[in-house]
């Protein structure tokens, strides 16, 4: 497997380890091995292979708001009307980046993660070298034609990545690490979008310093051949984390969790000892009348494919897994919604929440790179550095500490929760920043709309930007983990979609490189019930993947470890404090296990809440405990209405513990055959 990963073993004191392994729960005993005592603290490295690659895809993303000017002055219309370069390359990268979603998604599922590791950064490369490489030649061919046919390319590469570098970090992570594991992933997004502006400003300065380009110059014959260095050189240097990771990505094992879901788990195990420092021996369990497997021949691709659908279809079915699936599809597609409308095309969004007059009124239709209506007469130079100064002021000041708190604070916070509140929180921002925004266009007060601008961007990237990138890679089963993260990924980017062609056609003017402020207020105020919306969806679909606070998983007792030198941690208050997440197996099994999730029972619970304030809590309990069967996630003929009640009266800290009551009550009911009622005693 190379010596990188065999490197994570050197010096290390390896552990003897026995698994007890069920034929029926392959992945419980593949679990227990990264879940070690002492071993299961963050895998940096693995953390290298799946962030490398995803800052790729965050820079090549976000480099072309730096490079948009560029193209638009280098490659001007000519008919001197406006150039729609920055439109096409955006729909037809989000276009590629869905397909890519979708495609190695499912990939990923069917022949594993190993077969196609690598493969979408192979992509990426290739995609990158052939844009530098567009031109016109002699006046014979479009070069926004072969700009937008690499970009499609590259899109594929780039949407593969959002799967692929989920899965690694989530799969290769203990459950202890898995949530710094993801967060410290999508990271990358943040660091890559800054480094997107921050390279785009050096590369600019480098070059024209090289070139002896003036930066008041405005002669186009001597600024474009300079300009043209620059978006080449800017897109082009994506391709160098690319290969980087391409050649981490072809030497890391499978993930041990579909090996074990394939049956392997010999071979799951022994990639484990790769990158753990573990000897593991498998110890099976017996079982009394264990069917024997049937042998079945080998199915076509059509068939297989057939079979895989109509499996995938009974999975969702069963427990409200389709509640989750569409929960997570319809929260990432509100989120991008709002989102990109603020951020991908935004070279003329910027320029418009930072102006603090209005602009003159002489037209720069004739100029589209000219983004900026107060200035006229900008140099292309001066345009290109206004960018890049103003876009980290703006987007990146506020998203990179968002993605750093939310790392640091992940194991402490309730995932589903957080982001339901998020969601609230980004609702009240907008309505203020929407109608605040009529009366700070184009005055001094504009400095207002930039602040709420950049708070706006700390809590995306705080909340929904963040977790719902993690969740689809933490809920599902690892059959279909790679199939449902696409899906729910690709309807980010169907959303992404939907905000560029509103704001291309209906919110920006024909006249100016601005937008028509009323059509933008309204925009902002329409994200605060999407956002709203958002947090519901949140809050009566998604499942939490942790246990609630203070809840207490028994270890299994490891007589080896002590021999091994590696001790027991001592419980500290802090670590009280954290969620502790559930096992991948136990999530994909489960997913809504102890928890009230549905429309109709959330809503109905929220109209019980006031009659149950209402009523003594000892007349209450009493009710209760002459009620009959309760009804479960799993849909078994019962009464709602008690167990709600008897959620209400619970201790509720943070709301985890709120979605968690129903279960604990159904275990201590008396005459239930996990009653407590013997301890009572």
Not at 233 to 248: F, H
Not at 462 to 478: D, K, Q, R, V
Not at 488 to 503: D, F, M, N, R
Not at 564 to 576: A, D, P
Request: charged share 15%; with cysteine; aromatic share 10%.
């Amino acid at each position: 497997m190379g010596g990188y990963f065999s490197s994570l073993n050197k010096g290390a004191r390896r552990v003897a380890e026995e698994i007890e392994y069920d034929p029926q729960n392959p992945e419980r005993a593949v679990q227990s091995v990264m879940d070690t005592p002492g071993l299961d603290g963050f895998q940096w490295k693995v953390w290298l292979v799946a962030a490398s690659g995803f800052f790729t895809t965050s820079y090549s993303i976000f480099a072309v708001n730096v490079i948009s000017p560029s193209l638009s002055y280098v490659y001007q219309n000519p008919d001197g009307g406006p150039n729609q370069n920055s439109l096409i390359i955006n729909l037809t990268t989000l276009t590629g980046t869905m397909i890519g979603m979708l495609v190695f998604g499912h990939l990923a599922d069917r022949y594993g993660r190993k077969a196609v590791y690598g493969l979408e950064l192979s992509i990426v490369v290739v995609a990158t070298i052939g844009m530098t490489t567009s031109s016109t030649g002699h006046s014979s061919m479009n070069v926004y034609g072969w700009i937008g046919f690499w970009r499609a390319l590259l899109g594929i590469g780039l949407g593969a990545e959002y799967p692929l570098s989920a899965l690694i970090a989530a799969e290769w992570s203990s459950t202890k690490s898995r949530g710094k594991m993801i967060a410290a992933v999508f990271l990358m997004q943040s660091v890559g979008q800054l480094a997107a502006y921050a390279l785009g400003l050096a590369i600019l300065d480098g070059v024209c310093n090289n070139r002896k380009l003036s930066h008041d110059e405005t002669n186009y014959d001597v600024a474009s051949p300079v300009i043209d260095i620059v978006w080449r050189v800017t897109i082009g240097i994506g391709a160098v984390p690319a290969l980087l990771s391409l050649v981490l990505r072809r030497i890391i094992p499978e993930t041990p969790h579909y090996l074990a879901e394939k049956g392997k788990v010999a071979d799951a195990v022994e990639a484990l000892g790769l990158i753990y420092p573990v000897d593991a021996t498998l110890q099976p369990i017996e079982h009394d009348a264990l069917p024997v497997p049937k042998r079945t021949p080998a199915k076509s691709g059509w068939n297989s494919t057939v079979e895989y659908m109509k499996g995938m279809k009974e999975h969702l079915a069963e427990k409200g897994r389709w509640r989750a699936l569409l929960g997570v599809m319809i929260t990432w597609w509100l989120l991008d919604l709002a989102y990109y409308g603020l951020g991908l095309d935004n070279p003329k969004t910027i320029s418009t929440i930072w102006l603090s007059a209005s602009p003159p009124s002489s037209s720069n239709g004739s100029m589209p790179w000219r983004t900026d209506p107060a200035q006229p007469n900008i140099t292309i130079y001066e345009m290109l550095r206004e960018n890049s100064v103003r876009n980290i002021n703006t987007i990146s000041s506020g998203a990179l500490p968002g993605s750093i708190i939310i790392m640091l604070a992940i194991d402490y916070l309730p995932r589903t929760t957080w982001m339901g509140w998020m969601f609230v929180a980004l609702g009240v921002l907008f309505a203020i920043n929407g109608g605040t925004f009529f009366v700070t266009f184009e005055t001094e007060q504009h400095a207002l709309t930039v602040t709420l601008y950049v708070l706006a961007q700390v809590i995306f990237n705080l909340g929904p930007n963040t977790i719902t990138f993690m969740l689809p890679a933490e809920m599902f089963a690892t059959r279909y983990r790679g199939t449902f993260y696409g899906l729910a990924a690709a309807s980010g980017k169907l959303g992404a979609i939907t905000i560029l062609l509103i704001t291309n056609f209906a919110i920006y003017r024909k006249d100016l490189p601005t937008v028509q402020s009323h059509a933008f207020a309204g925009m902002l105020l329409g994200f605060c019930p999407a956002m709203l919306l958002g947090a519901l969806i949140t809050w009566v679909w998604i499942p939490e993947v942790q246990y609630p606070r203070w809840h207490d998983v028994k270890q299994p007792v490891n007589d080896n470890v002590s021999d091994n030198g590696l001790e027991s941690e001592t419980v500290t208050f802090r670590q009280k404090l954290k969620l502790l997440n559930r096992p991948l197996a136990d999530v994909a099994r489960n997913p809504g296990e102890g928890q009230i999730l549905g429309m109709r029972r959330n809503i109905a619970r929220l109209f019980r809440a006031g009659r149950v304030r209402g009523t003594p809590r000892a007349s209450g309990r009493s009710s209760m405990e002459e009620t009959g069967p309760v009804s479960t996630a799993g849909g078994m003929d019962a009464s709602d209405g008690d167990q709600d009640t008897r959620m209400e009266e619970a201790d509720v800290s943070d709301g985890l513990e709120m979605r968690q009551s129903q279960h604990s009550w159904m275990l201590s009911r008396p005459g239930d055959h996990t009653s407590m009622s013997g301890a009572s005693h």
